[in-house]
């Protein structure tokens, strides 16, 4: 300041009591020298910032007034320059921070929050620890046959065949009575191992615990339509093929007809099986062509099973097209030698040092249609 500069160059020429003086009356001086220098400059810096601020808002407002004569010659007549000179009031002094360099400050449009825009990561779920399952088969051969457990790996039973030679009659008085012979064979019956296996790792296993009842309910499935089809394939191999002329017949009165053939043999016939859309045809069966659907009395359903003369007809999907089954089946056995198992392994091969699981499906069985002239074997549509 000058008056601390006129003291200091005037200095050498004062006594000790006059330089004391001077700085006495100089320090008494000293705040309002002070307060009068800072008020000057705090009163440009403020005029600086607010001329600014003032040619900012004039920039905003501008262009709130242009915003709002285009809406309003669009048929709106919102004063959007209201809301943003409000904004831009009430946060003043934070605009002026960011004037002058002090602060940062940032502007978000609020709008209508949707999972796509507002949400990150995945939105809560609810899980049913239940696999859907494909379905098993409506019904399998085990259903429909005995069973014959052996200890060994071959079942043999004597069969009769041919009528045999002679004959029973009545003796007459004095004569040799009547002779009558037998042949039987010896029937082989070897069992085989059906089997199959899957393979998963163990942390599947931890992070789905519903393989737990999942893979063993699959094998078994699986299982039983191997078992299906390979008894089928037997069982088509061996029974009596149908000789009946079908021209002109319907689907109920061709069965009809095997029932009557296998009767006429002694067979007491406890089952037909047919394909399901070979079942719902027959449901479908009319009076005659036009006149609507009439099964005859012969025909009823009891509690959801349809019977044909009492004898209740089975769907199963494991016989081929068209084909069907009518006979006694107290006839065929399934023969086991090992019934069915499903076991798991951690040892199996390579699953120790790969933390893998095996799951095997296995049994030892085959099919033994012991008396073939007791199962009629035929199709719908051959002529």
């Known amino acids: 300041m000058a008056e601390l500069a006129n003291i200091k160059s005037g200095l050498e020429t004062k006594t000790t009591a006059e330089v004391k003086a001077a700085i006495d009356a100089f320090e008494a001086k000293l705040p309002d020298a002070i307060k009068s220098t800072f008020d000057a400059e705090i009163k440009s810096v403020t005029e600086a910032l607010e001329a600014k601020f003032a040619a900012d808002l004039k920039a905003v407002q501008d262009h709130a007034d242009k915003l709002d004569l285009k809406l309003q010659s669009g048929g709106t007549a919102t004063k959007n320059e209201d809301v943003l000179v409000k904004a831009i009031t009430e946060g003043f002094d934070g605009i002026k921070q960011v004037g002058n360099g002090s602060k940062s400050f940032q502007t978000k449009a609020v709008g209508d929050m949707t999972l796509s825009g507002n949400l990150t990561g995945d939105q809560p779920r609810s899980y049913n620890n239940n696999v859907v399952m494909v379905p098993s088969p409506l019904i399998n051969f085990s259903d429909l046959v005995g069973t014959v457990n052996i200890d060994g790996g071959t079942y043999t039973f004597p069969r009769e065949t041919g009528a ?3 004959s029973i009659s009545s003796q ?3 004569s040799s009575k009547s002779q009558r012979d037998y042949d039987i064979t010896m029937v082989d019956v070897n069992t085989n191992f059906l089997a199959g296996f899957t393979r998963y790792s163990k942390k599947m296993a931890n992070n789905l615990p519903f393989l737990t009842s999942f893979v ?3 094998l078994r499935r699986d299982y039983a339509k191997a078992e299906n089809s390979s008894f089928n394939t037997t069982l088509a191999a061996a ?3 149908s000789a009946q002329i079908i021209t002109g017949k319907n689907k109920i009165e061709m069965l009809i007809n095997e029932i009557a053939t296998l009767e006429g043999s002694d067979y007491a016939v406890n089952g037909i ?3 399901p859309a070979d079942y719902w045809d027959i449901l479908k069966t009319e009076k005659s062509t036009g006149a609507g659907y009439g099964l005859p009395g012969v025909v009823t359903q009891d509690g959801g099973v349809l019977r044909i003369n009492g004898i209740p007809v089975y769907k199963a999907t494991w016989l081929a ?3 069907y089954y009518v006979g006694d089946w107290t006839r065929i056995n399934k023969v086991v030698t090992q019934g069915l198992s499903l ?4 040892q199996e091969g390579t699953n120790f040092v790969k933390n893998m699981i095996t799951a095997r499906i ?3 069985v085959a099919l033994a249609v012991e008396q073939p002239a007791a199962i009629i074997y035929g199709d719908f549509t051959a002529t």
């Open 172 to 174: 007459t008085e004095g």
């Open 321 to 323: 097209a068209n084909k």
């Open 343 to 346: 076991d798991f392994s951690e």
């Open 239 to 241: 029974a009596t093929a």
């Open 216 to 218: 063993p309910a699959a």
């Open 273 to 275: 099986v047919v394909r």
């Open 362 to 364: 296995e049994a030892q």
């Open 164 to 166: 045999g030679e002679g």
